[in-house]
């Protein structure tokens, strides 16, 4: 079975990228074929996060141990399989590329395909600049001050970094033509 992933960022409006994967691959092959596509270096620190309704955080596949809590169990992205934890189209996770000021990609499956197998993912499509992998933390700290002085916490605006919210009509196909999986495959 192949997946379709699209990806959306909360700091940049027209960025979209989609990724075709086998959902016999590991979350470390998401991982890096999301770096590939985005110019990112692969020798950082990140997360994927499944999520809840609402992009509520549930479970965390990591990159590596980092030794937290014994008591809880670590899920490691080179030992994960996706269709081991992603089945239904509509499901969404966070893929957290920079851990110092929270920044992340939102992304839902978009598509299954069964009957249907990659060797090795493809960007299907790639749409708008990415976010820079990494800020500058005095920037960062400046515009955090700038909004906490302005709103309250819980109403900050779309455009701060790391928001747990997402508007979902980003998914929606507007922009852009629809690509097909027989259009990628």
């Given at each position: 079975?192949?997946?379709?992933?699209?990806?959306?960022?909360?700091?940049?409006?027209?960025?979209?990228?989609e990724i075709d994967i086998d959902a016999d691959a590991t979350f470390l092959t998401l991982r890096n074929a999301i770096c590939d596509s985005v110019g990112y270096d692969k020798g950082q620190m990140n997360s994927f996060f499944l999520c809840e309704d609402g992009?509520?955080?549930?479970?965390?596949?990591?990159?590596?141990?980092?030794?937290?809590?014994?008591?809880?169990?670590?899920?490691?992205?080179?030992?994960?399989?996706?269709?081991?934890?992603?089945?239904?189209?509509?499901?969404?996770?966070?893929?957290?590329?920079?851990?110092?000021?929270?920044?992340?990609?939102?992304?839902?499956?978009?598509?299954?395909?069964?009957?249907?197998?990659?060797?090795?993912?493809?960007?299907?499509?790639?749409?708008?600049?990415?976010?820079?992998?990494?800020?500058?933390?005095?920037?960062?700290?400046?515009?955090?001050?700038?909004?906490?002085?302005?709103?309250?916490?819980?109403?900050?605006?779309?455009?701060?970094?790391?928001?747990?919210?997402?508007?979902?009509?980003?998914?929606?196909?507007?922009?852009?033509?629809?690509?097909?999986?027989?259009?990628?495959?």
């Open positions: 079975m192949v997946y379709k992933f699209r990806l959306v960022s909360d700091e940049v409006d027209n960025f979209r990228r992009w509520e955080k549930d479970k965390e596949i990591t990159l590596e141990d980092m030794g937290g809590d014994a008591s809880q169990e670590v899920y490691l992205m080179d030992e994960c399989i996706l269709s081991d934890y992603l089945e239904d189209e509509g499901q969404r996770m966070i893929f957290v590329f920079d851990y110092l000021t929270d920044r992340s990609f939102f992304i839902e499956l978009k598509r299954t395909q069964p009957g249907k197998s990659l060797q090795d993912p493809i960007c299907s499509l790639s749409m708008g600049q990415a976010p820079p992998q990494f800020v500058d933390i005095d920037e960062f700290d400046a515009k955090i001050d700038a909004k906490a002085a302005a709103v309250a916490a819980a109403d900050i605006d779309d455009d701060f970094y790391g928001s747990d919210e997402f508007n979902a009509d980003e998914f929606d196909a507007d922009g852009f033509e629809e690509m097909t999986f027989d259009d990628t495959l």
